[in-house]
């Protein structure tokens, strides 16, 4: 009966301890998950601005048959929403990035309902990124080949320039896009556990 009631007495430690080092995986989970988020928030708003800075840097001025024409980001509506979506994402990401830092000390990793609302985030953010994308990927594949049954040409033949660092643009956005939908995925994941 007596060792009995010493092994009994011994669960109760191993117990404590095994509930210790869940804890303690637990945080080292939490803090790897906060980590991954905050760098792959940083790539958006590093990959965005680029985009955003590269697309209105670029213009190219061109003399054909004696007139000037000028190519820049402005005269076109897609283009000019492929920048204003950029530049939304990556102002909201870096407000958010700073919402989650001092969220961080304040041990709010338990709640759901903030990484709910993350999830919803960052899920508006990467329709509103690929939307851009669409945008600028349409109107450069028509600047590209032109539209035979509208009657448009091509013009990146006259302004290679302005296509080519467009195209630049388009691709760093792109990129964006795809850190921004891990960073969706990441969050879904952590809502779920």
């Not at 869940?22 to 708003?45: C, E």
């Not at 960052?122 to 028509?142: R, S």
């Amino acid at each position: 009966m007596a060792d009995s009631k010493d092994s009994f007495r011994m669960e109760p430690k191993s117990s404590s301890s095994s509930t210790s080092t869940t804890t303690s995986s637990l945080q080292k989970h939490h803090r790897t998950f906060l980590m991954t988020q905050n760098i792959l928030r940083i790539l958006v708003i590093i990959l965005t601005a680029v985009s955003v800075v590269v697309t209105v840097t670029n213009n190219q001025t061109i003399t054909l048959y004696t007139f000037q024409f000028e190519a820049h980001f402005y005269y076109s509506s897609s283009l000019k929403f492929f920048v204003v979506a950029n530049s939304v994402v990556c102002f909201f990401s870096v407000l958010l990035l700073i919402f989650n830092l001092l969220r961080r000390r304040q041990q709010t990793h338990q709640l759901k309902d903030y990484y709910f609302f993350l999830f919803l985030f960052d899920l508006v953010m990467t329709v509103l990124l690929i939307a851009g994308c669409a945008a600028a990927t349409a109107i450069g594949f028509v600047g590209q080949y032109g539209d035979d049954h509208v009657g448009w040409i091509p013009i990146c033949d006259n302004v290679k320039k302005f296509c080519r660092i467009n195209l630049v643009s388009l691709l760093i956005s792109y990129l964006a896009f795809f850190a921004n939908l891990g960073l969706t995925v990441l969050i879904a994941y952590k809502c779920t556990t």
